[in-house]
């Protein structure tokens, strides 16, 4: 291996995400050193909330002794979750329209951006189940 990608290496694993294991290190330095009763540092409470959106409140508080609704209160704060990233919803249901209405248009979009618009004259005469499959299951 070449100095080149020695360099390459060193580069990538510096930028690793912070851990749960060196989250507690800092908060047991912290912890240590701090003088009594003082207040955890910002620093720290960022520290939490950023390994508690990868791993999980429950996870995170029981690991660097935490109260859970205190660190739950610090990443709602912070706009962040618990779970990760919010994915839009799989499934969105659609009321039937009561027998003899009117017309109407439907938009849909999928994740991808594909986009569609449907003018129905009689919606109630629509399958929508065979419908959305055909639209979005994949079927051409």
């Known amino acids: 291996m ?3 990608d020695r360099l390459m290496m060193a580069r990538k694993t510096r930028v690793i995400r912070p851990t749960l294991d060196r989250a507690r290190q800092r908060f047991e330095r912290w912890r240590k050193t701090r003088p009594p009763f003082s207040p955890i540092p910002e620093a720290l409470w960022a520290l939490a909330v950023k390994v508690a ?8 508080a029981q690991a ?13 704060l912070a706009g962040g979750s618990a779970h990760g990233p919010q994915l839009p919803p799989s499934f969105v249901e659609i009321m039937a329209p009561p027998t003899g209405s009117a017309p109407c248009v439907i938009e849909m979009e999928n994740a991808p951006g594909a986009k569609m618009k449907i003018h129905l004259a009689r919606p109630e005469a629509v399958d929508w189940v065979a419908l959305s499959r055909g639209l979005w299951g994949g079927e051409r």
């Open 2 to 4: 070449g100095q080149e």
């Open 53 to 60: 959106s990868q791993h999980g409140v429950s996870k995170t």
């Open 64 to 76: 660097l002794r935490l109260s859970y609704s205190t660190l739950k209160k610090h990443l709602d």
